[in-house]
Every structure is written in C-alpha cells, then in structure tokens.
Nanobody, 117 residues
C-alpha cells in the first residue's frame, strides 16, 4: 500500500497550490479520502474529506471557500486545490485513506506547504 503526496512548496500569501495524492495497493474507489495537516508543535488536524464516489465533501471551517478536495477514481488520485493561502496554512499536509467497515487506514508521508512572503 502506498500513498504518495506531491505538489507542496513555498508560496506567497494569497497564492495557490494544488496537492496530489497518488494511491496504490488497495481498492482506492472504496475508501474515504481525506487531507490532514500538522503545523510545528501542533496536533495533526483534519482539513477536508471526500466520500468514496466523490459525491460529498466536508471541510474544516478555516478552509471553507478557499480549499477544494476532489478525486479521480480512474487515476487513483485525490487532490487538494488550495487558494487564497494564508501563513496559518503552513504545515505538513498528509493524505489519508480510510475504510471504517474494514478497520483499515493508510497514511502518506506528507508534503510541506509553506506560506510566507
């Protein structure tokens, strides 16, 4: 099983980034996919979730209207489009795959996002 994030980097406040998470080794289309983030010295927090078929999404209040989670089950990939980035969005962003009925959960290695002028 692998979850490989990409797309992180350094961006100025107000800028945009698109994170990608490529999955392999499990049935991607049957898993709920989420993005989490962890800032230095803080806990890992949920940012956004998309259901297995992509029909429903949820976001933490602090990113609503700025971030969009989406998935392409044909490509086994989940995305996080991040617009109007703020310094407080700086964190390591992790991809998560979860299937509660099977008690299975997988994590990626994380990708650093830094928002700074």
């Amino acid at each position: 099983v692998q979850l490989v994030e990409s797309g992180g980097g350094l961006v100025q406040p107000g800028g945009s980034l698109r994170l990608s998470c490529s999955a392999s080794g499990f049935t991607f289309s049957s898993y709920v996919m989420s993005w989490y983030r962890q800032a230095p010295g803080k806990e890992r927090d949920l940012v956004a979730t998309v259901t297995s078929a992509g029909g429903s999404t949820n976001y933490v209040d602090s990113v609503k209207g700025r971030f969009t989670i989406s998935r392409d089950n044909a490509k086994n990939t989940v995305y996080l489009q991040m617009n109007s980035l703020k310094p407080e969005d700086t964190a390591v962003y992790y991809c998560n795959a979860r299937r509660l009925d099977l008690l299975r959960e997988y994590w990626g290695q994380g990708t650093q996002v830094t928002v700074s002028s």
